[in-house]
T-cell receptor, first 112, second 112 residues
Framework: ELKVEQNPLFLSMQEGKNYTIYCNYS?????LYWYRQDPGKSLESLFV?????AVKQEGRLMASLDTKARLSTLHITAAVHDLSATYFC????????????FGKGTKLSVKP | DTGVSQDPRHKITKRGQNVTFRCDPI?????LYWYRQTLGQGPEFLTY????????KSRLLSDRFSAERPKGSFSTLEIQRTEQGDSAMYLC??????????FGNGTRLTVT
């Protein structure tokens, strides 16, 4: 059974600092997603990672995937308050086209 | 692209009552998904459709839950004989194959 673990679950950062969120998963998968959720809102897609070594960047966020280590990272560069949200990684369950297994999320708070 | 629409936004019901939620996907998306999210957790897969066919259903899904997508457009999720443990945010999402899921704003169910 596929398990997805994120850490840390809570992260308080100062503006301008860098940090990395980790997402480990337990079995092989061909797709990994990162989503953002603001309080009371739905989930917004950030990145889709499809192959080993894939790296995608959007603004201050960069995501990477190491399928051999079953690890994805979401790196935050020079954090700003607007990045405060909960970030989820999700991995496609083996053989499934629709079943994404989500981590518990990392609640990020960026303080001035 | 008007986004995924869910109705109602909130539903309060008494234990034992039946409830039905509606989801209208993005019009060109042939895949539709239902997830459930409780406080502090990531979304949990319930079921998904490709066009009108229900292709996968969570093993954890009680027989009290049923979903339909009769014409391959909108979908309904019905919960019969609701229990307090059913209280959650019910999220609908849609996509085309192998692309990120686009989530709606959800229906928050409270069972009293």
């Amino acid at each position: 059974e596929l398990k997805v673990e994120q850490n840390p679950l809570f992260l308080s950062m100062q503006e301008g600092k860098n940090y990395t969120i980790y997402c480990n998963y337990s079995t092989t998968s061909d797709r990994l997603y990162w989503y953002r959720q603001d309080p009371g809102k739905s989930l917004e897609s950030l990145f889709v990672l499809l192959s080993n070594g894939a790296v995608k960047q959007e603004g201050r966020l960069m995501a990477s995937l190491d399928t051999k280590a079953r690890l994805s990272t979401l790196h935050i560069t020079a954090a700003v308050h607007d990045l405060s949200a909960t970030y989820f990684c999700a991995v496609a369950a083996g053989g499934s086209q629709g079943n994404l297994i989500f981590g518990k999320g990392t609640k990020l708070s960026v303080k001035p | 692209d008007t986004g995924v629409s869910q109705d109602p936004r909130h539903k309060i019901t008494k234990r034992g009552q039946n409830v039905t939620f509606r989801c209208d996907p993005i019009s060109e998306h042939n895949r539709l998904y239902w997830y459930r999210q409780t406080l502090g957790q990531g979304p949990e897969f319930l079921t998904y459709f490709q066009n009108e066919a229900q292709l996968e259903k969570s093993r954890l899904l009680s027989d009290r839950f049923s979903a339909e997508r009769p014409k391959g457009s909108f979908s309904t999720l019905e919960i019969q004989r609701t229990e307090q443990g059913d209280s959650a945010m019910y999220l609908c999402a849609s996509s085309v194959p192998n692309s990120p899921l686009h989530f709606g704003n959800g229906t928050r169910l409270t069972v009293t």
